[in-house]
């Protein structure tokens, strides 16, 4: 974990310079089952409301979908990808684009299903 926060920290004060951020970690399971699909937005394509944010795969088990999707303020698809290996990261500054990730369904209906990302968020105080 601190060396996830150094990378993230160096690569934000890089572009940024040097402040006084409020730094956020959330861990997000996405489950998904036969009978039902999981959502890793369910909100939809978003914005998070802070100045950068980093999602990092953690691990993803027998799940199909979960395709990372930026998009402009004004819908238009900037980049579409896969996040498969466990520290693959999804840097975005918040203010200029949108994302979005599809449901994820299980691969084999006998096994369980889950994707599970860290999402860190840097806020400007």
């Known amino acids: 974990m601190s ?9 934000v004060e890089r572009i940024k310079g040097e ?3 409020r730094i956020e970690a ?8 036969p009978e039902q699909s999981g959502k890793p937005t369910p909100e939809g394509i978003h914005q998070d409301g802070v100045d950068y944010v ?9 799940v199909m ?5 930026v998009y ?5 698809l900037l980049n579409s990808f896969k996040m498969r290996r466990p520290l693959d990261v999804l840097h975005v500054e918040d203010q200029h684009v949108n994302h979005y990730v599809t449901a994820v369904k299980p691969l084999w209906d006998d096994q369980p299903a889950w994707r599970d990302v860290l999402v860190i968020t840097f806020r400007t105080q």
């Open 3 to 11: 060396g996830l926060l150094s990378y993230t920290l160096d690569h």
């Open 19 to 21: 402040s006084d951020w």
């Open 26 to 33: 959330h861990q997000f399971r996405i489950l998904a089952s």
């Open 54 to 62: 980093f999602v990092v795969m953690i691990d993803r088990h027998n």
């Open 65 to 69: 979908g979960g395709i990372t999707k």
């Open 72 to 76: 402009t303020h004004n819908g238009k």
